[in-house]
């Protein structure tokens, strides 16, 4: 398998690892990792909202922590990434369904990577922004953390 090949292998399994997590299914959602990057469309219904009328805090954390780990996983094909730190920056109250987080990986030094995300509305609008350290741990990426090849299609 080519170098290409197997990053691109390893950015699937990443997506599926994702897909496949409990709390992706309770709130609708797609993910693209591609090198150092990834990018998640997340559907948040008035349910995630506060009596204020407008998207809980979580939810903002929820979709730039996703597209930045995944950004820092996508450099590392052996281990599972940890959030160690995680700052968030909001910057507009969220009022419609739609979002788009897109994560970058800034750096690597040894097990320790740095990541940040953007989180933008249905109207393109930057509503929030984060960064954060990322730790390579011993947890190996391998089926009991979801990462494996996509089930054949149908």
């Known amino acids: 398998m080519t170098v290409d090949?197997?990053?691109?292998?390893?950015?699937?399994?990443?997506?599926?690892?994702?897909?496949?997590?409990?709390?992706?299914?309770?709130?609708?959602?797609?993910?693209?990792?591609?090198?150092?990057?990834?990018?998640?469309h997340m559907r948040v219904t008035t349910d995630f909202w506060h009596s204020?009328?407008?998207?809980?805090?979580?939810m903002y954390f929820k979709g730039l922590d996703d597209a930045a780990f995944f950004a820092a996983n996508s450099a590392v094909q052996e281990f599972f990434v940890l959030?160690?730190?995680?700052?968030?920056?909001?910057?507009?109250?969220?009022?419609?369904?739609?979002?788009?987080?897109?994560g970058t990986?800034?750096?690597?030094?040894?097990?320790?990577?740095?990541?940040?995300?953007?989180?933008?509305d249905d109207n393109n609008t930057l509503a929030a922004r984060g960064s954060?350290?990322?730790?390579?741990?011993q947890r190996a990426l391998d089926e009991t953390v979801g990462y494996v090849d996509l089930p054949p299609a149908d």
């Open 132 to 137: 954060g350290l990322f730790i390579i741990s």
């Open 105 to 120: 990986l800034e750096r690597r030094e040894g097990r320790k990577i740095w990541a940040r995300a953007e989180l933008y």
């Open 5 to 40: 090949a197997q990053a691109e292998l390893h950015f699937r399994k990443l997506e599926y690892m994702y897909h496949s997590a409990a709390i992706n299914r309770s709130i609708p959602s797609c993910m693209t990792v591609s090198e150092n990057r990834a990018e998640v």
């Open 52 to 58: 204020a009328g407008a998207m809980h805090g979580s």
């Open 83 to 102: 959030t160690a730190t995680f700052e968030v920056e909001l910057l507009a109250m969220v009022t419609c369904e739609s979002l788009r987080a897109v």
